[in-house]
């Protein structure tokens, strides 16, 4: 059951997202592109045979395995990967500008005189990163998961689990984010940090995306890493968190 101090934050948190137009425009952007132009344009480019013969039989693994397997299914194949930097960088948009902004207008120094603990405070941030993030990038998913199969350009087995892959990226990256607002001071420190927290994992992902045997193996194969890392990072954000340390 939720506190009625977080619901009444969250509601406030939900009222600055939907104030701040240019941040929830910015945030659409990358799932469109990423989740909707660019698996239809692979969904088409692939009708056409390929120019190429498959690769050699001690090379078909992972990413070039299902292109030699079938390659009308390139979209199918590249969809985890989309899906999981997608639900990585939009929340971390989110969180920067809920945190980072009201930090910058001392707006959270109100909240010190409010009866709520700093772990609801933080809370309902995080909730509504997660609502305004996952109404942007359901529909997206749901309608590749849809779309895609009907079109021959993925098959049942390679989008089935990406929802649970959209969870794990979006829970990963609100760990993240929690993180970065209790190191970072403005906008352009915020920045920094969040490309240097989501490089390195997004440089494996596509590794891992190129690697991984396809099928439901890949999108679990990523979720799985993303549980562990982001239970990692919530567990220390959680242990060093203050409204001293969010102030400061």
């Known amino acids: 059951m939720i506190d009625r101090e977080v619901r009444i934050l969250f509601r406030k948190e939900w009222r600055q997202l939907l104030a701040g137009k240019s941040a929830l425009v910015t945030g659409a952007i990358l799932p469109l592109f990423m989740l909707g132009l660019l698996p239809l344009l692979m969904a088409f480019d692939s009708r056409e045979p390929p120019n190429s013969g ?5 090379m078909q693994f992972g990413l070039l395995g299902d292109l030699a397997a079938d390659p009308r299914h390139l979209a199918g194949s590249m969809l985890p990967v989309f899906v999981a930097v997608v639900g990585m960088v939009l929340p971390t948009m989110m969180a920067s500008y809920l945190l980072i902004t009201e930090r910058e207008r001392r707006t959270l120094e109100l909240l010190v005189a409010l009866p709520v603990r700093v772990e609801q405070v933080l809370v309902a941030k995080l909730l509504a990163t997660l609502a305004a993030s996952s109404a942007i990038s359901v529909p997206m998913v749901a309608f590749d998961i849809v779309a895609l199969p009907m079109m021959d350009a993925a098959s049942v087995e390679q989008v089935a689990a990406l929802p649970i892959l959209l969870v794990a990226g979006l829970t990963l990256s609100t760990a993240l984010a929690l993180l970065l607002s209790l190191l970072a001071k403005d906008f352009r420190t915020a920045n920094n940090l969040a ?16 690697l991984l045997p396809g099928g439901i193996v890949r999108p679990i194969g990523i ?22 340390r969010l102030l400061s």
């Not at 498959?54 to 001690?58: A, H, L, Q, T, V």
């Not at 799985?224 to 060093?240: D, E, N, P, Q």
Request: aromatic fraction near 6%; charge should be neutral.
């Open 223 to 244: 979720a799985v890493v993303y549980t562990i890392v982001a239970a990692l990072v919530m567990r220390h954000a959680v242990k060093t968190v203050t409204f001293e």
């Open 54 to 58: 498959p690769p050699p039989p001690e």
């Open 195 to 210: 490309g240097a927290m989501l490089a390195p994992t997004i440089l494996v992902t596509l590794v891992g995306g190129f």
